[in-house]
């Protein structure tokens, strides 16, 4: 055992641990085990990562010297690494920002005097003089929160790009395959099935552009405001040298809260010391992205209904049991983000005055959302990939309907329409056997008119009433 004091007493502490004092009282008087820091390796390796771009820019500026820094940045590549990922002990509910800050801060320290005296412990190297220089755990902590939940998205981009390719492909190959348009589940004119992709996939693309634009604003961080904003505490030079330093050690364009209207100097940072409302722009970009995928998971669900009773134009060719689960995940998904997104409300509504205290739960719930994303898309992605089109069914389905009418209205009448419509309803024939059978259009006029793929093309059936537009006219 070895001893340490702080500003409460001495404390006792297992002499190969890297924490000291503060987390030792911390486990003492604030632990809950729920999610621990050691269990996430990105955030530890983000907090080296600042504290190394911290050290550097205090050795830069002359506030450490290059002793002293050369030990500190030395113990924060070794953090970057993940050799102390065990001594995070603390959790990320509850001890968020003072404890996981203070936590880094004596791993840090008591490596660096282990590097300089040959023993873990106080020594040369102080937590707070030394490694905390010119930061807060104010400042600090959101700006960790900030970039390891940039990073996160970069995994959910690329598993949302691998679905966009998917989709893309899906509205090439599926462009000549008709289906039955359906309007609150009743019959609509055709369409094809690579129209129905191609509206998913612009659905999807527009929804991640918005999700990047959140990720994008992760990178105007608080690291400066210090405690409050007032950057009290900063050495001289500081501000002005971190954010290159920090830039490079993420190789990101990372810049300092501020905004162009700012009526009083470092406005943006008092916004930033005291609200946590990214987390509602962010959650609802993922919450956005998520829904997107959702609304296609719900067509895939009826189109596949059946084989029977059910709509049955799509299935799949591997085990249906794999894609439903796969679909069934996105869903929960979606149950999950929203309730992030309601988190995240609360969380920013509950904070007062000067300091956003409330934002542990809503991070980690954020992060276990991430986490959870980057895994259920490329599952979603797999369903969408192998799944294929009852062409037959389908094409059955759009020929038998008596949406088909809608044709002939537009050339001869919403009533003439009707009449067929009526017609083919009651005796359970099509649009076309209707017209051919009772002489109400000439057999070829009908075939073309009722040509379900030039029912899908737009300029053809632009076309078609053109050219029988001019016909009526002729005969009259």
Partial sequence: ?????????SVELPSDVYYGAQTARRLKNFYIRS???????LLIKVIGKVKKACALTN?????LNEKKAGV?????EEMIEGKFNENFVTD????????????????IANRANELLTGEIGPGPIHPNTHVNMSQSSNDLYPTVESLTLYLLINSVLKACDGLENVLKERAESWKGIVRLGRTCLQDAVPMTFGQMAGGWHS???????????????????????????????????????????????FDLPIKISSFKE???????LFDASQNCDEFIHLTGGVLSVITACSRIASDLYLFSSGPEAGFNEFYWRSDVSDAYCALEAMVRLKQQAASCQNLAVLATNNDDLDLAVTTG???????????????VIPLFTKALKEVSVNKDKALRNATISTALATSASSIYGYEFGTKIAHKAFEKKQSCLEICISEGLIPEEDAKEIFDVRTMTRSSSTQQLIRKYQEKLRTNK
């Fill in 1 to 9: 055992m070895r001893k340490e004091v702080d500003g409460l007493g």
């Fill in 35 to 41: 999610i621990l820091i050691s269990d996430l390796p």
């Fill in 59 to 63: 050795l830069e500026i002359s506030a």
């Fill in 72 to 76: 500190i940045i030395h113990a924060c």
């Fill in 92 to 107: 990320a509910w509850v001890s968020h920002g003072t404890g996981v800050n203070m936590n880094a801060n004596e791993i």
């Fill in 203 to 249: 659905l999807l693309h527009r929804n991640i552009e918005e999700l990047r634009n959140r990720q994008a604003a992760l990178l105007n961080v608080a690291l400066t405001a210090t405690v409050l904003g007032t950057g009290i505490g900063l050495e001289p030079g500081f501000r002005e040298k971190i954010f290159r330093n920090l830039s490079n050690e």
């Fill in 262 to 268: 700012e009526v009083i100097e470092d406005s943006a």
């Fill in 361 to 375: 739960s809503t991070f980690t719930n954020i992060i276990e959302l991430l986490l959870n994303t980057q895994e």
